[in-house]
Structures are given as C-alpha cells and as structure tokens.
C-alpha cells in the first residue's frame, strides 16, 4: 500500500528559530513529491521535487529529496508567526496522477 | 479566473440526510479531483475525472457516496444516508494535464458536519 509519513506530527517554537519538517513515503511509481502549506483553508503549493540532492528554495523556505532513502526535508529558517500552518507532503504516482498525502504538520510559531 | 468554486462552504446536517457537495473547476482543467480531510486520516483521494470521466474511485469509502461529473464545468459528490462519521472536509480540485503535482488547484473546502 502507498503511504506517505510526516514527523512530527505537531510542533511549537518560537519566532526565529529553525525547524525541519520530515516526510518518508514508500510508493510505487514515483514521479514527484511535494509541500503544500495549509492555513486553515485550502492548500498553497510551496515546493515540488523530483531529483534526488537538488534543493530548492523559496525565500526562508527550502527543501530537498533523497530518493535512495525514501524521504524530503523542508526547513523554515528564522520563523515568523506567519509561518504557523499545517505543512503537507504529498507524493505524485507517474501512472495514474495520484497525490499520496502525508498526515501533515501542525506547526505553531510563538511570538 | 475565480479558481475552484465549492458550494456549499459550511453545511450542518442530521444523521440519514442526504448531502450534495458541488464544485466548479477552473475552466480549461480536464482534471477533477474530490479530497476528503480529517483530524484522523489526513487527505484522501476519493475519486478523480479526466475529461469529465472517472477514472479512479477506489478512495470512496462505501456506497453511500457518489459521484458525478456531468459536464467539464460542473461536479457532485453525494453522501446518501449520511453518517456522523462523514464529517470531514471535503476538497474539490482541478488541474491541467499529466503534471499534477504544482498544477492542482484546490477550492476554499465544503466543512461537513453530520450530528
């Protein structure tokens, strides 16, 4: 069965720290993964990946994938309590257009 | 473009109702996807249409759900009876072509609440 796996489930920092959010999946027929930002509507796409070792970054938002080991990083630097949001990975299936989600990350950033 | 188009936003129903979901995709995606969403499971893919044809519904959950997709402007998702358990939020989304992944636009949600 495909399955996507985020860690942690829930986080709490405070504004300007650095957190790494972790996503794991085993699928068959990968094609892409991505991060979507969730604030308490619809998802905002944040970052697609499909090549092992090549981050890609967005401002204080960066991500990378290692297709060897199974799993993406995203890392939020210096966070702002904009930032607090629920982070979904999701995993693309090549065959039949599928997104795979992860659980997600409730992130929540103190002032 | 208005992006994806869900009615109704918020929707309170009673055990044994029947619920209709509807959504406009954004015009010219041949893509429609139903999303549900919950504290426990996360999102789920229900079931998706290519050019207004079904092409995946292993995601429903049972019979009690359907759904149609009559025209490239128009979809339902249809609970019948519904069950306290259906609360969730149900996600419509569209999209353009075999790219999916940073083309798939998601609508503002339909928050179901069956007590």
């Known amino acids: 069965e495909d399955k996507v796996v985020q860690s942690p489930l829930s986080l709490v920092v405070h504004e300007g720290d650095t957190v790494t959010l972790n996503c794991s999946y085993e699928v068959t027929n990968f094609r892409s993964l991505l991060w979507y930002k969730q604030e308490k509507k619809a998802p905002t796409f944040l970052f697609m990946l499909?090549?092992?070792?090549i981050e890609k970054k967005s401002g204080r938002l960066s991500s990378i994938l290692d297709k060897k080991e199974l799993f993406s990083i995203l890392n939020i630097t210096a966070t702002q309590t904009g930032d607090s949001a629920v982070y979904l990975c999701?995993?693309?299936?090549?065959?039949?257009?599928?997104?795979?989600f992860g659980q997600g990350t409730t992130l929540q950033v103190k002032p | 473009d208005a992006g994806v188009i869900q009615s109704p936003r918020h929707e309170v129903t009673e055990m044994g109702q029947e619920v209709t979901l509807r959504c406009k995709p954004i015009s010219g995606h041949d893509y429609l996807f139903w999303y549900r969403q919950t504290m426990m499971r996360g999102l789920e893919l229900l079931i998706y249409?290519?050019?207004?044809?079904?092409?995946?519904d292993s995601g429903m959950p049972e019979d009690r759900f359907s759904a149609k997709m009559p025209n490239a402007s128009f979809s339902t998702l249809k609970i019948q009876p519904s069950e306290p358990r259906d609360s969730a939020v149900y996600f419509c989304?569209?999209?353009?072509?075999?790219?999916?992944?940073?083309?798939?636009?998601f609508g503002e949600g339909s928050w179901l609440t069956v007590v």
């Open positions: 249409f290519n050019n207004n044809v079904p092409i995946d």
């Open positions: 989304a569209s999209s353009s072509g075999q790219t999916f992944g940073n083309t798939i636009y």
């Open positions: 499909t090549s092992s070792g």
């Open positions: 999701a995993v693309e299936l090549s065959n039949t257009g599928k997104l795979i």
